[in-house]
């Protein structure tokens, strides 16, 4: 893997943690996290008012949305 200059190797759990909160979401219910050129794209699990997992009934599993969160030119 090729090694750039300025960024680090690896990050601690809690830098990790901090990254991802710092754009809204909680990590415990975060499929993927993606940053792009356009904007970030999340898959996040849904929850719901109790703050329990929302099961597809159907498929027997949990219900994940897609979030996009665009990059403005202001």
Known sequence: M???PGVPE???REQYMSLV???GFDGKYLR???FR???I???VFERNEKGNLVL???L???VINRVYIPVRDD
């Open 60 to 62: 027997d599993e949990p």
């Open 10 to 12: 690896s990050l601690t």
């Open 37 to 39: 050129i356009d904007g």
């Open 32 to 34: 993927s996290l993606e």
């Open 21 to 23: 909160e710092s754009v």
């Open 56 to 58: 597809d009934t159907k």
């Open 41 to 43: 794209y999340a898959e």
């Open 2 to 4: 090729k090694t750039i």
